[in-house]
Each structure stands twice: as C-alpha cells, then as structure tokens.
C-alpha cells in the first residue's frame, strides 16, 4: 500500500483534476487506487447529506464500491477555509478521524491518493496544518502549479515548506484558462529550478497527463517496489 498527498501552490488550481487523472492512470495499469478528500469545504445539501464536487469526483474515479463517507468524512457547506468552516458548524476536525478513515482506504487498496484543501499550509485548527499532518505521517507530495501569473514564487515557496516536513515525489503543472503569456517557458523555468521530477502537464480542458507522465508511473511501481 502506499499513499500520495496532492496539494496545490493555491485554490483552485486544478489539485482534483490531477489527482482523478493520477487515480485513471493507476488504475489503468491495474493498481486498485482510492481518492480521499479528508476535509471539503463548498458542499450542497441532498437527501443523503452534504456533497461536495471534488469529493464526488474522485469518488467516481475511485472506480465505485465506496461510501461518500468513506471518500471525504468532513464536508461543510460553507466555501471557505476548512477550520474556518468547521468553526462555524460547531465542530472541531480530529486528525485521528482522518488518520483512521485513511487507514481504512489504505487496508483494501494499493494506492490512496489524498487531496488537500487549498495550498500545503492551510489550517485544520487552530495549530495544525494540512502540511503539518501530513509531515507527521512522512507521506510522500505531488505539487500542483496551477499556470498563471505569480505561480514561480507560489511554487518555489510551496516546495520550500514542504521539503522542511516531507519529500516532494514530483511536481505537475496544470494549464488554467486563460492560457497564461509564455507558459512553456515558465515551465521550463520551473523545471530548472525545482529539483523534484517533473510529472507532467495537464492540458486545457484535459484530464489526463501528458508528456511526462511516465515519471509517476516510475513512482508508483518503485513505491510498490518498496512496500514489498
């Protein structure tokens, strides 16, 4: 079993579409893999509870056979920080509640692939960040840089912080529309300047990886590797 936290240098930058393009890819080359969404905040009321669209989606690309809860056990309405969010529903999120559903995950699956909130240092409380949490549990990050104006100081800040409590695996751009003013060549920067591989970009309007993408292939088989 091995487990890989998605975050992303901001909101919004396209860490559920890369995270569901990983999932596909996993499970293409037959690895049973599960998406988790420990905490979502921006969820709509149904007759089953609150859903929130990110949690749903790798619910989907999780491939079935799975509860919401299971997928995403703290979903609040409102669309903003996740501790803030908690604050005001009148409940405080429990890392040991995410430890244990990600357990859970993890006992029926090879790989679980785990989605932040926002970028590597939101909080959970009022002490902890996601980073935190995940830096307790030494799991291995991809980084998600969404292409748009002031991404290079977002990236290099983000892969700053998360060197100081885990390992970057590899970094993945995602093309955000409108088409950012010379995108390659801020990607070719990027690729300079950040020493984790490179695992590829996400086009527009796509939702797979392309060139590139056989480095988190040569992660997930060298993780594998490692577990046995």
Known sequence: MSTLFVTGTDTGVGKTRVACALLHRARQRGFKAAG??????????TPEGLRNDDALALLAASGGGL?????????????IAPHLAARAAGVRIDTRR???????????????????AGGWL???????????????????VVLVVGLRLGCISHALLSVEAIARRTRLAGWIANRLPPAQERGDEVVRDLRRRIAAPFWGIVEAGADELCADGEAFEKWLEDAQLNET
Do not use: M
Not at 67 to 79: I, Q, R
Not at 98 to 116: F, R, Y
């Open 36 to 45: 988790f969404k420990p905490v979502a905040s921006g969820a709509e009321g």
């Open 67 to 79: 509860a919401y809860d299971a997928v995403n056990p703290y979903c609040f309405a409102p669309p």
């Open 98 to 116: 995410l430890d244990a559903a990600q357990e859970h995950l993890a006992a029926d699956h090879d790989l679980v692939i785990v989605e932040g």
């Open 122 to 140: 939101v909080p959970l409380d009022e002490s902890e960040t996601f980073g935190d949490w995940v830096g307790r549990r030494a799991w291995p």
